[in-house]
């Protein structure tokens, strides 16, 4: 995914805190895409594009992106981040999906509706978003145990690259995602928008149950 242009002032990516969201839910739809770490998330988004014609964004990839941008002023700072499998302050993580929202609609003439995928990691993560971007429809979650998951991600390291695609990063990314993104699951679910997808089965099968909650929910193919 190609880098962020960096704003019109490169030295404050954070923009200031606002009193509506820049974005109204009638006109943009957003939906969370959270599950442990391997649990198909990217796998389920590509269907859902493909499909659906959303736009893909995932956090993770944006931060990857601007910590490899020559001029980023937090490009060490996210790097360090990834490598222990903790969590990059909101403001910085929030502030590139809403570039990456503007960007896709008023230059990409995008129709308006967004998978986050990764996102939010974090309560105050969620929180910031829908006050300061855009309120979401919903949260698609991908409920996998733990044990699957991991080989999921070994294997997927023999030929990924990433650098967190090792049994120790994996370690850490397992315990980050319980103590930080459960909650933010179960905040959503007191709502009656969590959509929960068990993702053990093989891809195919898991997206069958996607198409199922997608449809209750008012989202057809092709449409």
């Known amino acids: 995914m190609p880098a962020i242009p960096p704003p019109a002032d490169k030295q404050r990516l954070v923009a200031p805190s606002k009193d509506t969201p820049t974005f109204s839910p009638s006109k943009v739809s957003v939906i969370y895409v959270l599950g442990g ?77 967004f ?34 998951m991991q080989e999921r991600l070994l294997n997927r390291g023999k030929t990924s690259g990433r650098s967190d695609d090792n049994a120790e990063s994996i370690k850490k990314r397992f315990k980050t ?16 928008k969590v959509v929960k997808v068990m993702a053990t089965s093989g891809p195919d099968d898991v997206y069958a149950e996607v198409r199922d909650k997608m449809a209750e929910r008012g989202f057809k193919v092709g449409q």
């Open 177 to 192: 995602f319980v103590e930080t993104s459960m909650p933010v699951v179960d905040h959503f679910e007191k709502q009656g």
């Open 115 to 148: 998978l986050i995928d990764g996102f939010p990691r974090k309560m105050d993560q969620a929180i910031k978003f829908e006050e300061s971007v855009c309120p979401s429809q919903f949260t698609l979650f991908f409920d996998c145990p733990e044990d699957v």
């Open 37 to 113: 770490p391997g649990a198909g998330k990217g796998t389920q988004c590509a269907n859902l594009v493909r499909d659906y014609g959303f736009t893909h964004l995932s956090a993770g990839d944006l931060l990857r992106s601007e910590q490899d941008r020559p001029d980023s002023q937090f490009g060490n700072m996210i790097k360090e981040h990834i490598k222990e499998g903790s969590i990059v302050p909101m403001e910085v993580t929030v502030q590139l999906l809403e570039n990456a929202i503007t960007e896709d609609i008023k230059e990409k003439h995008g129709n308006g509706r």
